[in-house]
């Protein structure tokens, strides 16, 4: 009997569980699993389920495997600068390998639950995060993701550092990126007010290294009535109490980071007769912490976490603020104004995550690509899966340097050191390439699934996660259109100076090319591209403003892919760059690079032609018929 347990044992232990491909001219052979009694099994029996199993991608030290990150550092930053920030992000690369891309999975799976009450019966509203989770928010203060913006040690390069560490964090963070985006953007707010009172604490956590005081902070603009329309959504009401502090009542019906620390909102101040004022100029701006010191909520409760289609990661919350305590740190009725630093903050943040996830994408599927052998060959010897990813790579390539150019500026703007041009660029890129990459994002990581076939579509790979995390970035702080008239209100409140400023740039970045005969097309791509924007912005200026309005998201995506061009332009004509930064600004020159004068000498933007839009969309629909 003993023995006939011991045959049976062994056949559960085949000795080849799968094969791995080591060349392009390896061999497949199948082999018959042999069982420890000598007797030859099946490949396909009980448990037994066939030899080969299809290697998964996997990624090394992306900071060291990043040459257009390395080389453009290389190429911005001080000598004596790059020498530190360069071996910084080696070693932090290593420990996004070993350790944070670990913690981030666990993330990715183990999402936050609210629990309402305790086991006697009381009211707790106690989100519950995994432990991942808490780790991050460990390392986000170790690796000052936040506070290295803020020390400015670097000066003005400070704040291109901490976006370059934030682009190689962001894929492995487990969305922990979100509640520092917020705290980014909190610590900006507070910095641009002034550090005094009640905000001098706050500051000293929200920038601090030191995991055992860190905060996160959250951010609690949007209520039931809408999310970008803030002057008109705001139902939250103030009432100011004896000691100068306020008491909130309203109910916040989107507030992310629900587990930060601390949270910056807006509010509408009653005065002794209970009357508020409406519109922006109706509200201020407050500051509130989520505990009081015994530990119990801020006369908050939590009514539901939201269910949403990605980053479920991240706790989002529905929150009644029932007398929460809170200071106003604005002056009354100038709310909306003192939230515009955090808007610019959090819009880089989510460029970063835009970038970042086209990378990792990217960085995946050519991984596989050299691991997946099919109809003869490996996928990276298939000249047309090549292309794709070539177009993929150029977007990436295109995304990174817009982020980038934003971070510099920013830097500048920080430290009082940016010119007038410098600004008017700030102002006019922040939203563009927030816009302009969020949309780029999520085209990039759909094409990415696909580069992995089925695979791409399993959740358990953890790709489909990607995609659905993707489709935030074209939504949160302004959908692409809400950005468009952004775009349109920095122009209209310069009175058109930041579109010479913007042409000013191009072409001071097309200088650098003017002795590159391998640049020769690009640059005579952009010029025309500028060409043709000028004429269009020349037009624009005798039509009627609602011309200007319906044109305005072409507007901005020409902006975009014509001052990228520039970039990768200016990286290519750098002395140490490589053919294929040449290669990779030319192939993105090669798209229509101004669809906004496209679109114009089509019609596009005619009163006729958005008539017959609204008709089109609504044909046959009875919520309008007969209005036509």
């Known amino acids: 009997m003993f023995s006939r347990l011991k045959v049976a044992y062994a056949e559960l232990k085949p000795r080849h569980w799968y094969l791995r491909w080591m060349s392009s001219t390896a061999n497949l052979k199948e082999t018959q699993p042999v069982s420890m009694a000598g007797q030859q099994q099946p490949i396909f029996g009980r448990t037994r389920i066939g030899t080969f199993f299809q290697e998964e991608p996997c990624f090394g030290n992306q900071y060291i495997e990043d040459s257009l990150l390395r080389s453009y ?247 009644l603020l029932d007398g929460t305590k809170a200071f106003k740190i604005s002056d009354e009725g100038r709310g909306v104004a003192s939230i515009a630093n955090m808007l610019t903050i959090t819009r880089v943040h989510n460029s970063i995550s835009a970038a970042s996830a086209m990378k990792r994408i990217v960085t995946l599927a050519r991984e596989y690509a050299s691991k997946r052998f099919v109809f003869g060959k490996f996928i990276q010897d298939h000249p047309l899966h090549m292309q794709t990813m070539a177009r993929m790579e150029v977007e990436t390539r295109g995304a990174f340097l817009l982020l980038m150019e934003v971070a510099r500026l920013l830097g500048l703007e920080e430290n009082h050191m940016g010119s007038e041009i410098d600004l008017h660029l700030l102002r006019l890129l922040t939203p563009i390439v927030k816009l302009y990459t969020g949309k780029q994002a999520i085209a990039v990581v759909s094409e990415g699934l696909e580069c992995f076939g089925g695979q791409g579509y399993m959740e358990d790979t953890g790709l489909p996660g990607m995609l659905r995390d993707a489709q935030v970035l074209s939504i949160w702080e302004g959908t692409t259109n809400i950005l468009s008239l952004d775009v349109l209100r920095a122009i209209t409140k310069t009175r058109g100076q930041v579109l010479a400023v913007f042409s000013y740039a191009v072409k001071s970045k097309l200088e650098a090319a003017a002795d590159i005969p391998e640049l020769k097309q690009a640059v005579k791509a952009e010029q025309i591209a500028l060409g043709r924007l000028e004429e269009f912005i020349h037009k624009a200026g005798t039509q009627e403003a609602s011309f200007l309005e319906v044109a305005a998201r072409d507007l901005s995506y020409s902006l975009a892919r014509i001052y990228a061009g520039a970039l990768l332009v200016e990286h290519a004509s750098w002395k140490e760059a490589t053919s294929l930064d040449i290669y990779a600004a030319v192939r993105w020159c090669e798209q229509e690079l101004c669809p906004v004068a496209t679109a114009e000498k089509a019609g596009n933007y005619s009163a006729e032609m958005v008539a017959m839009d609204t008709a089109l969309v609504y044909d046959g629909s009875s919520s309008i018929k007969g209005k036509l």
Request: some cysteine; proline content about 4%.
């Open 73 to 319: 550092l290389k190429r911005q930053l001080p000598p004596e600068v790059f020498l530190k920030v360069d071996c910084d992000l080696e070693r932090f690369g290593a420990r996004l390998c070993d350790e944070i891309d670990d913690l981030g999975k666990e993330c990715n799976v183990n999402h936050p639950v609210l629990q309402h009450y305790d086991a006697w019966g009381r009211r707790v509203d106690r989100i519950v995060t995994c432990p991942a989770w808490k780790k991050m928010k460990k390392i986000a203060a170790e690796e000052g993701l936040v506070a290295e913006a803020y020390d400015r040690k670097y000066s003005n390069w400070s704040r291109l550092y901490q976006v370059a560490k934030l682009y190689l964090y962001a894929p492995s963070a487990g969305l922990f990126t979100c509640p520092l985006a917020m705290t980014d953007g909190a610590a900006k707010v507070i910095e641009t007010l002034g550090i005094s009172g009640p905000l001098e604490k706050a500051y000293s956590h929200l920038t601090s290294r030191d995991p055992k005081i860190f905060w996160t902070s959250g951010q609690w603009m949007t209520e039931r009535k809408g999310g970008s329309d803030v002057a008109g959504g705001t139902e939250t009401v103030a009432r100011e109490q004896p000691d100068g502090s306020y008491r909130l009542y309203g109910f916040k019906w989107f507030t992310s980071a629900t587990d930060a620390d601390m949270t910056l909102t807006l509010g509408r101040v009653m005065d002794a007769q209970g009357n508020t004022v409406e519109g922006s100029k109706g509200l201020s701006l407050f500051y509130l912490e989520m505990f009081t010191e015994d530990g119990r909520l801020n006369n908050i409760e939590v009514q539901r976490l939201k269910d949403k289609l990605g980053t479920r990661q991240v706790p989002t919350a529905e929150l």
